[in-house]
């Protein structure tokens, strides 16, 4: 047994364990749609209503969310070579410097810095990179990045609230995200999140505490 690197629970695989693993896999396998939609939340506001207009119109007359042309960046699969940058961290950035940092660490040739090329390329090494000293920084950088996304494109993955209370406030607030690779979590309880094992015994030991009364 060791510690995981990522959420410090016991795990009996080498510096992180199997549901961060499949974590960091599920965020990567979301990026691409996820910077699809920011990407088409700019455009929406595009066509939207011309007062909003940004300072810099000489080269952008439509009214432009720099935050989102920030995210995406210039680099961000050729889309907007010379656009303005401002703000958070680009896309493409974040995800080119892990890719880098791998390609190096692996004697391999840097791939092309375009959103799914790198995280193409870092699925396939995802067991590997969760090998590594540096794979909390990864984990937190990548989620970081997916919250900024859905903040900037304002789509809120879907919640289902679910019919167990949490096992730590005791409140009925445990909800399953979309995409984000825990069978619940607690809205309330940054600890609480669940894999599906977990919760699994979860609502069997609730399940009992409800009928165990009626037992008797
Ligand atoms: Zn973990
Ligand atoms: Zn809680």
Redesign the pocket.
Known sequence: MTECAVCGRDSDLPRTCRPCRNRIRGVLLALPEAVAQTWMARHRVQRGNSNERVSASKEAPLPLRLDVLSLLGPSADQVLSGEEQEGPVPVVGVLSSWADLVAEQTRQKPVSHTVSTLTQFLLDHVEWVCRQAWVADFAEELEGLMKTLRRVSGIEPVRILLPTT?P??D?R?MVREEGSGWAAE?R??PA?KLSAREYGQLVAAQAQAVSAPREV
Request: with cysteine; glycine share 0%; net charge neutral.
């Open positions: 949490c730590t406030c409140l607030v607690c309330y309880c609480v």
